[in-house]
């Protein structure tokens, strides 16, 4: 399948899956605080995944060339897709950098098996 019609499609599944969310009050009431899980196993293999898959794409779009080191604080809602909320260390391409700390959303579509950066912010400084 071509990136175009993956993308399409991606809209599509977004698309039906917010029309679904609004007509089924059991997605749509809750508040964003209950509403977000915290993930208790950050080493997983699926977390890791989709923590080195925001520090990627972060480097396409930023031109930048953070290496992944590891998620310290995850925690998932399942919307349109699952969303997740990363908190990722990660470090500078140069020898000397130090890990720095990020907060990553990445929202993962369960149908197309395919991610997508929604933002990527820092470093912050916890
Ligand atoms: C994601 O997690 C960070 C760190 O805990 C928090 O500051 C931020 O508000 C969260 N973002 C969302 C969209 O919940």
Redesign the pocket.
């Known amino acids: 399948m071509s990136s175009n019609h993956t993308l399409l499609l991606t809209i599509l599944v977004f698309f039906l899956g917010s029309i679904f969310c609004n007509v089924s009050p059991a997605f749509g009431s809750k508040t964003?605080a209950d509403s977000?899980i915290p993930v208790k196993n950050l080493n997983g293999p699926k977390l890791v995944k989709i923590g080195k898959f925001a520090v990627g794409e972060h480097n396409n779009k930023a031109n930048s060339n953070l290496m992944f080191d590891k998620v310290v604080?995850a925690?998932i809602?399942q919307g349109y897709g699952i969303?997740y909320?990363?908190?990722i260390v990660a470090k500078g391409g140069a020898r000397n950098d130090k890990p720095k700390t990020y907060?990553a959303?990445v929202v993962y579509d369960q149908f197309m098996d395919s991610s997508h950066l929604v933002s990527f912010k820092g470093p912050?400084y916890v």
């Open positions: 964003h977000w604080k925690e809602h969303e909320n990363l908190t907060v959303l912050i």
